[in-house]
T-cell receptor, first 113, second 111 residues
């Protein structure tokens, strides 16, 4: 079974702090994604990566950056956390084929106070 | 851009059949996925449609009509454990083959 592991289940940070969310997958997937999930808004794509050192902006990249130094690891960085970044963050990975489903981690619930 | 619509909530009775609809407007359609998400858990893959027609997997089936921009997920012989959110997601090859998700439909199964 594919395993996508997010480093923290719950995080509480203060406004202005730099926050790192880590994600590791063990299936040698080329593609990795960061989404946030908010009530009524569904899942929205922040950033994605098709290969090591490669990154592409999703629909809502403002206030975020990412890093993919190794194939299995995709990190989401909040340079200066703000209260509107309080959300559930979901990491996902997949093979590059069009019919390949995303495999999700269990999510990190981030609260910014 | 893309627009994906699903009902926000549905209620059904244990043992019954329920149909969850999803309509979408997109250029470059390249596949539609359904996911199930229990409260507090990760979404898990249910089905994939890229051609018109019905795909059946046990109690769950998914239908696609590309000309109508319409899909549905059909759940038969409902069980209490089917209470969850169901997410429709569309792949767009004009947007780097990214998946865009609808808001999800929260299904409550009652005894």
């Amino acid at each position: 079974d594919v395993k996508v592991t997010q480093s923290s289940r719950y995080l509480v940070k203060r406004t202005g702090e730099k926050v790192f969310l880590e994600c590791v997958q063990d299936m040698d997937h080329e593609n990795m994604f960061w989404y946030r999930q908010d009530p009524g808004l569904g899942l929205r794509l922040i950033y994605f990566s098709y290969d090591v050192k490669m990154k592409e902006k999703g629909d809502i990249p403002e206030g975020y950056s990412v890093s993919r130094e190794k194939k299995e690891r995709f990190s989401l960085i909040l340079e200066s956390a703000s209260t509107n970044q309080t959300s559930m963050y979901l990491c996902a990975s997949s093979f590059p084929h069009e019919n390949s489903p995303l495999h999700f981690g269990n999510g990190t619930r981030l609260t910014v106070t | 851009g893309q627009n994906i619509d699903q009902p926000t909530e549905m209620t059904a009775t244990e043992g019954a059949i329920v149909q969850i609809n999803c309509t979408y407007q997109t250029s470059g359609f390249n596949g539609l996925f359904w996911y199930q998400q229990h409260a507090g858990e990760a979404p898990t893959f249910l089905s994939y449609n890229v051609l018109d027609g019905l795909e059946e997997k046990g109690r769950f089936s998914s239908f696609l009509s590309r000309s109508k921009g319409y899909s549905y997920l059909l759940l038969k012989e409902l069980q209490m454990k089917d209470s969850a959110s169901y997410l429709c997601a569309v792949r767009n090859n004009n947007a780097g083959n990214m998946l865009t998700f609808g808001g999800g439909t929260r299904l409550m199964v009652k005894p």
